[in-house]
């Protein structure tokens, strides 16, 4: 792969010094010299091993959106609700005033001057639609855990904002990044760079989040607004028709909201896959034993790495220099399947919900087109330095030897506390006191005969952090 770049401005030396001196006077070290992953390593190690207490203990770098988010997704596991939810608060205030302020589409341009002189973590952050999403999500499961269902479903109703903008958006993101890339005098043609980078394609799996839409849906059947029940268990059904506790409560949403035609085809697509759950669902309804449905999250999505390659530039002359890059990028990582969940003395079969890694790997597909031309552009402005440098020009080549210190720094900022997979499972159980176990942890919890009951628990390592509330009658 190689670049050509067309002829920057003469004074580019100087408004890049500014830039510098400016921006090293309120960026911290972390940023300049290191990235998000290391920074945050020990932080997110002792989280995947279960330790909450020392993962919050580690968590607070110099990134204040970022470090919200992370504390208020340990707190949560470690239900420390209210301290959760502040910290949630303080983050979606703080995204909101980014937005207010028109900061996403300065920060965000490719050609971002600061990105352009230093490197792209001194550029706000704004965290992509689907971990915003989660925001408002675990803000929601906060309420619930405290009984207040109309706080949850203000929090619902956001989300699901943020999920048609996702949608809506995907494709024009896309294509300003594509003119971006064109405006700035750089091949769009990306070559083996975006080979690393693969495209989950049409499915809205990389893009739309089941386990929200599954979590919304119930909590608006729970509060009777069954027209926004079935809007969202539909938009489930349409990211993963694949998951049983899905199926089942679109015929039962289905039903209720009258949409006969749609529920007889539901029921002749899948009747064989969901005899058991049209028993659950009449047991229920006749009022014999109470439902139970467990969402079990797994592990801890994964981080971003750094990922260092050479490319060759070409000046307008021809003349060919060659510059490292530092990108962001996800490996493959390891499965991690969680610890067996047994319920009374069964041991649960759960099913995917939501793959959280995969989200986060197409997220940061659509961004590196973007990523990719400020990176380009660094390594042309050094090229540009160094000329100048090579002509005796000291503060060129002092400019040069501080451009390659600092910019060179993948970012690799992310919400990186976020679960790696989310599944679900559906049981009927006795009118009374039950219990749930995960590893050393056990939740006793109560059954109501003809009533719902939702079992959440978050496993990392061998702890797990559990709770249930009642639904009532769905």
Same mark, same amino acid.
């Given at each position: 792969?190689?670049?050509?770049?067309?002829t920057l401005?003469?004074?580019?030396?100087?408004?890049?010094?500014?830039?510098v001196?400016?921006g090293?006077s309120?960026l911290?070290?972390?940023?300049?010299f290191?990235?998000y992953?290391?920074g945050?390593a020990?932080?997110?190690?002792?989280?995947?091993?279960?330790?909450?207490?020392s993962?919050l203990?580690?968590t607070g770098?110099?990134?204040p959106?970022?470090?919200e988010?992370?504390?208020?997704?340990?707190?949560?596991l470690?239900?420390q609700?209210?301290?959760?939810?502040?910290?949630?608060?303080?983050?979606?205030?703080?995204?909101?005033?980014?937005?207010e302020q028109a900061?996403i589409?300065?920060?965000g341009?490719a050609t971002s001057?600061?990105?352009l002189?230093?490197?792209d973590?001194?550029?706000?952050?704004?965290?992509p639609d689907?971990?915003?999403?989660?925001?408002?999500?675990? &803000? !929601?499961?906060?309420?619930?855990?405290?009984? /207040?269902l109309?706080g @949850?479903?203000?929090?619902?109703r %956001? *989300?699901?904002? #943020?999920?048609e903008r996702?949608?809506a958006?995907?494709e024009?993101?896309?294509?300003?990044?594509?003119?971006?890339l064109k405006?700035?005098?750089?091949?769009?043609?990306l070559?083996?760079v975006?080979s690393?980078y693969?495209?989950?394609?049409d499915s809205?799996?990389?893009?739309?989040?089941?386990?929200?839409?599954?979590? &919304? !849906?119930l909590?608006?059947?729970?509060?009777? /607004?069954?027209?926004? @029940?079935?809007i969202?268990?539909? %938009? *489930?059904?349409? #990211?993963?028709?694949?998951?049983?506790?899905?199926?089942?409560?679109a015929?039962?949403i289905g039903?209720?909201?009258?949409?006969?035609?749609e529920?007889?085809?539901l029921?002749?697509?899948?009747?064989?896959?969901?005899?058991?759950r049209?028993?659950?669902d009449?047991?229920?309804?006749d009022?014999?034993?109470?439902?139970?449905?467990?969402i079990?999250?797994?592990?801890v999505?994964?981080?971003?790495?750094e990922w260092?390659?050479?490319?060759?530039?070409?000046?307008s002359?021809?003349n060919t220099?060659?510059?490292s890059?530092a990108l962001?990028?996800?490996?493959?990582?390891?499965?991690v399947?969680g610890?067996?969940?047994?319920?009374?003395?069964?041991e649960?079969?759960?099913n995917?919900?939501?793959d959280?890694?995969?989200?986060?790997?197409q997220?940061?597909t659509?961004?590196m087109?973007?990523i990719?031309v400020?990176?380009t552009?660094r390594?042309?402005?050094?090229?540009?330095i160094?000329?100048e440098?090579t002509?005796?020009?000291d503060?060129g080549n002092?400019?040069?030897?501080?451009?390659?210190?600092?910019?060179?720094?993948?970012?690799t900022?992310?919400?990186?506390?976020?679960p790696a997979?989310?599944?679900?499972a559906t049981?009927?159980?006795?009118e009374?006191?039950?219990?749930?176990?995960v590893?050393e942890?056990?939740?006793?919890?109560?059954?109501?005969?003809g009533?719902t009951?939702?079992v959440?628990?978050?496993?990392?390592?061998?702890n797990a952090?559990?709770?249930?509330?009642n639904?009532?009658?769905l």
């Amino acid at each position: 792969m190689s670049w050509k770049c067309k002829t920057l401005p003469r004074n580019l030396g100087i408004v890049l010094l500014t830039t510098v001196v400016v921006g090293c006077s309120s960026l911290s070290v972390s940023r300049l010299f290191s990235h998000y992953s290391a920074g945050n390593a020990p932080a997110r190690a002792a989280l995947a091993t279960g330790d909450y207490s020392s993962a919050l203990s580690m968590t607070g770098l110099d990134e204040p959106l970022l470090s919200e988010l992370e504390k208020g997704r340990i707190e949560l596991l470690s239900q420390q609700t209210e301290q959760s939810q502040e910290q949630f608060d303080l983050a979606y205030r703080y995204i909101t005033e980014l937005e207010e302020q028109a900061v996403i589409s300065i920060s965000g341009s490719a050609t971002s001057l600061g990105a352009l002189a230093l490197n792209d973590n001194i550029t706000e952050y704004l965290p992509p639609d689907y971990e915003i999403g989660y925001l408002h999500l675990y &803000s !929601a499961l906060n309420y619930v855990q405290k009984q /207040d269902l109309e706080g @949850a479903l203000i929090e619902m109703r %956001r *989300a699901n904002r #943020v999920q048609e903008r996702a949608l809506a958006n995907r494709e024009a993101s896309l294509k300003r990044a594509e003119e971006e890339l064109k405006q700035s005098g750089v091949d769009p043609n990306l070559g083996s760079v975006m080979s690393r980078y693969p495209d989950a394609g049409d499915s809205l799996k990389a893009i739309q989040n089941s386990y929200l839409f599954y979590i &919304s !849906a119930l909590l608006f059947e729970a509060d009777g /607004d069954i027209n926004a @029940a079935y809007i969202d268990i539909s %938009r *489930a059904l349409a #990211v993963n028709d694949a998951n049983p506790e899905i199926i089942g409560a679109a015929i039962r949403i289905g039903a209720k909201f009258g949409a006969r035609d749609e529920v007889d085809a539901l029921q002749r697509q899948y009747g064989e896959r969901l005899a058991n759950r049209a028993a659950i669902d009449r047991l229920v309804s006749d009022s014999q034993q109470g439902r139970v449905i467990v969402i079990n999250e797994v592990g801890v999505v994964q981080p971003m790495k750094e990922w260092r390659i050479t490319i060759p530039v070409y000046d307008s002359r021809n003349n060919t220099a060659f510059y490292s890059l530092a990108l962001p990028y996800y490996d493959q990582g390891t499965v991690v399947k969680g610890l067996p969940i047994v319920l009374d003395d069964t041991e649960l079969t759960t099913n995917n919900l939501t793959d959280v890694n995969l989200m986060a790997r197409q997220s940061l597909t659509e961004q590196m087109p973007t990523i990719l031309v400020r990176q380009t552009l660094r390594a042309i402005t050094k090229d540009r330095i160094r000329k100048e440098a090579t002509n005796g020009d000291d503060v060129g080549n002092a400019l040069f030897n501080v451009f390659n210190t600092l910019t060179e720094q993948p970012d690799t900022r992310s919400w990186q506390s976020l679960p790696a997979t989310v599944h679900s499972a559906t049981a009927m159980l006795t009118e009374g006191e039950h219990q749930v176990k995960v590893g050393e942890q056990t939740l006793m919890f109560n059954v109501r005969a003809g009533q719902t009951t939702l079992v959440w628990l978050s496993q990392q390592g061998n702890n797990a952090s559990m709770w249930s509330t009642n639904l009532g009658r769905l």
